[in-house]
């Protein structure tokens, strides 16, 4: 069964900083991963998805790296700021099936 | 932009009592998801659904029940509410191969 884990579980770093989050999954045949994002009480905010043909997306200050034969994701962060405090999720879905496999998530404070 | 809309954002219901959760897409996707989700344990897939009258279990489906009988609708049934089934609820979306869409979210109080 696909496992993924997100390492650290929590971060706090000031403002500004670039930042790193990393995901790795077990079992790389998988069709693509999705970084999401949480608010406390709210529901999931797709930030990036990557095709597993792809090596990376960017969406303005974020950047999305994929690498399917290490089972490594990371989600690069620019210039962070207050705002993008929330908890991270990443989640991997598997070829031929219609199902995500989500990160055990990383929570992240910017802190001003 | 895809739109998942969830019905209530919160919910207070007694035990025992029959609770409707209801998710609207408005995308024409053929695939949608109900999860939970709670502190420590993360999301778990419920139910979900590849077209309208179908459905397949997930990984907790026990004390749930579902119903699609428009694409573009998926309800969530509680049969007879109980306190372990406080939690959020989540709503999803997706075609074929591309990326989840989420609602967000009813918090379920059963008291």
């Known amino acids: 069964k696909q496992e993924v884990t997100q390492i650290p579980a929590a971060l706090s770093v000031p403002e500004g900083e670039n930042l790193v989050l990393n995901c790795s999954f077990t079992d790389s045949a998988i069709y693509n991963l999705q970084w999401f994002r949480q608010d406390p009480g709210k529901g999931l905010t797709s930030l990036l998805l990557?095709?597993?043909?792809?090596r990376e997306q960017t969406s303005g200050r974020l950047n999305a790296s994929l690498d399917k034969s290490s089972g490594r994701s990371t989600l690069y962060i620019a210039a962070s700021q207050p705002g993008d405090s929330a908890t991270y999720l990443c989640a991997v879905r598997r070829g031929g099936a219609n199902n995500l496999f989500f990160g055990t998530g990383t929570r992240l404070t910017v802190i001003p | 932009d895809v739109k998942v809309t969830q019905s209530s954002r919160y919910l207070v219901k007694r035990t025992g009592e029959k609770v409707f959760l209801e998710c609207v897409q408005d995308m024409d996707h053929e695939n949608m998801f109900w999860y939970r989700q709670d502190p420590g344990l993360g999301l778990r897939l419920i139910y979900f659904s590849y077209d309208v009258k179908m459905k397949e279990k997930g990984d907790i489906p026990e004390g749930y029940s579902v119903s699609r009988e428009k694409k573009e609708r998926f309800s969530l049934i509680l049969e007879s509410a109980s306190t372990n089934q406080t939690s959020m609820y989540l709503c999803?979306?997706?075609?074929?191969?591309?990326?989840?869409?989420f609602g967000s979210g009813t918090r379920l109080t059963v008291v």
């Open positions: 999803a979306s997706t075609p074929s191969y591309y990326g989840y869409t």
């Open positions: 990557i095709q597993s043909s792809q």
